[in-house]
């Protein structure tokens, strides 16, 4: 079953590091998705830029508005995905863990829904 791990981080943790020592957080986690993607438990990752170059795009009673920024004023930003094939939960938690952002912010880890099933059920 396929598993998303959605990276919050908190900036000011993340900022507080020298930047030799983000640069060997990143680099041990690069390699860990490398080691994950070889044996096919991750299926895709990607960072994303920083909160500020978001925009939020909402219509509500005909009318849309676009803001600059991220949705909602949080401590912790999204800051990227995983995408992982798991056995379990228990098992896509037990590899969230292995990435260094749960000390700087934590991973939420969700069931992927099965789309081709909400197909079938809405005859799409």
């Avoid at 981080?9 to 490398?34: I, R, S, T, W, Y």
């Avoid at 749960?102 to 197909?119: L, N, T």
Wanted: net charge negative.
């Amino acid at each position: 079953m396929q598993y998303l791990l959605l990276v919050y981080v908190d900036e000011k943790l993340l900022g507080e590091l020298p930047p030799e020592a983000f640069d060997a957080e990143m680099k041990q986690c690069l390699q860990h998705a490398d080691e994950m993607q070889g044996v096919g438990k991750l299926v895709s990752f990607q960072q994303l830029e920083a909160p500020a170059s978001a925009r939020s795009v909402r219509t509500r009673d005909g009318k849309t508005t676009v803001l600059d920024g991220p949705f909602a004023e949080t401590k912790e930003m999204l800051a990227g995905f995983n995408l992982i094939e798991a056995d379990s939960i228990d098992d896509a938690v037990r590899i969230a863990q292995e990435f260094p952002w749960v000390r700087y912010g934590c991973i939420e880890v969700r069931p992927v829904r099965d789309v081709q099933a909400v197909r079938k059920r809405v005859g799409a």
